[in-house]
Each structure stands twice: as structure tokens, then as C-alpha cells.
């Protein structure tokens, strides 16, 4: 079984950088897949971005991409995300998730993913 732990976020304001990590433990050969979404409040959870073991390869949505981004650390097993020039439509809770062999075209969806971590908030005031 795999375990996902997450620490970081928190509150901010707009133009801050916030760092949230998330911290794979257990069968992680069995989390092929890690990504992290977010739920603002009354809304769907979002895609914002994913990992791969295998070929360390990372991939963030498009609406986010140039600010925020996935980073890796093999060593401690570890998936960043590094959130930058934050907005007030950035606040909501921030999940990571892991999956094995998750196809591409299933990437953004929550029902893919068979683990999550237990969330955490950001808030991002102006």
C-alpha cells in the first residue's frame, strides 16, 4: 500500500510563492503516477499537474504552467509542487494522488487515482 503525506501551503498573498510537497511511502513501485490537484470551495476538483517515475518526466495544466510547477526528489521521494505569483483564484485545497499506470487520456480525472493525501489549504488574499 502506498501512503502520501503532505506539508506545506498555508496562507499568502497575491504574487507570493508557496511550496507544497508531498511525500510517497509504502509499495511506491506502485505509484507509477503522482499528481496534484485542487478544490476551490463549491467547485470540482482540478487538475493541476502530474509526475512520472519512470522517466522523471513532469506535465502541469496548461492554466497554470509558467507559474507553477512539479518537481521531483528521487532520493527522498518526494513530489514538489512550487506554486509562484500566486493569484486569489489559486486558494483552495491542494491534493496529491498517486495511481499505477494511469492512461493519458484518464490523466485529469480524480477517479483515476487510487491514493490520496489528506489535502491542504491555501489561501491567497490580496
Known amino acids: 500500500q502506498v501512503q502520501l503525506v503532505q506539508s506545506g501551503g498555508g496562507l499568502a498573498q497575491v504574487g507570493d510563492s508557496l511550496t507544497l510537497s508531498c511525500v510517497v511511502s509504502?509499495?511506491?513501485?506502485?505509484?507509477?503516477?503522482v499528481a496534484w490537484f485542487r478544490q476551490a470551495p463549491g467547485k470540482e476538483r482540478e487538475f493541476v499537474g502530474a509526475?512520472?517515475?519512470?522517466?522523471?518526466?513532469?506535465y502541469v495544466a496548461d492554466s497554470m504552467k509558467g507559474r507553477f510547477a512539479i518537481v521531483r526528489d528521487k532520493a527522498q521521494n518526494t513530489i514538489h509542487l512550487q506554486m509562484s505569483s500566486l493569484k486569489i483564484e489559486d486558494t483552495g485545497v491542494y491534493f496529491c494522488?498517486?495511481?499505477?499506470?494511469?492512461?493519458?487520456?484518464?490523466?485529469?480525472?480524480?477517479?483515476?487515482?487510487?491514493?490520496w493525501g489528506q489535502g491542504t489549504q491555501v489561501t491567497v488574499s490580496s
Open positions: 509526475s512520472w517515475r519512470n522517466t522523471g518526466n513532469t
Open positions: 509504502g509499495r511506491t513501485s506502485t505509484a507509477h503516477s
Open positions: 494522488a498517486a495511481g499505477d499506470r494511469i492512461i493519458l487520456s484518464s490523466l485529469r480525472r480524480p477517479s483515476a487515482y487510487d491514493i
